[in-house]
């Protein structure tokens, strides 16, 4: 099973960028769907973003849809959530997830495996 480590994370102004990026083991990285999720203080973790194993889809939350973008590279392990014009809503631990079901999965339960957060922090 594939196992994931998020990087990235910190403390960032509003109107500010940061970029998240999760390594993944493995020699079948390639076959996973890939999604984050974040979960701040007090609330329930939250789906934001996914992409097709290929890359060629990809699925957003409202709330960041037009500010946040995920990709994969697949020759290196990795996927990535730039984020852009960040607002102090945006902060959370920020986690990584990877599922072998097809498609792109918006649902917790979907994904296999998870790696163990990076905090994000943005001040107004």
């Known amino acids: 099973q594939v196992q994931l480590v998020e990087s990235g994370g910190g403390l960032v102004q509003a109107g500010g960028s940061l970029r998240l990026s999760c390594a993944a083991s493995?020699?079948?990285?390639?076959?996973?769907?890939m999604g984050w999720f974040r979960q701040a203080p007090g609330k329930e973790r939250e789906f934001v973003a996914a992409i097709t194993w290929s890359g060629a889809g990809t699925y957003y939350a409202d709330s960041v849809k037009g500010r946040f973008t995920i990709s994969r590279d697949n020759a290196k392990n990795l996927v990535y959530l730039q984020m852009n014009s960040l607002k102090p809503e945006d902060t959370a631990v920020y986690y990584c997830?990877?599922?072998?079901?097809?498609?792109?999965?918006?649902?917790?339960?979907?994904?296999?495996?998870w790696g163990q957060g990076t905090q994000v922090t943005v001040s107004s």
């Open positions: 493995g020699r079948t990285f390639s076959r996973y769907a």
């Open positions: 997830a990877a599922g072998l079901r097809v498609g792109v999965l918006s649902r917790g339960y979907e994904y296999d495996a």
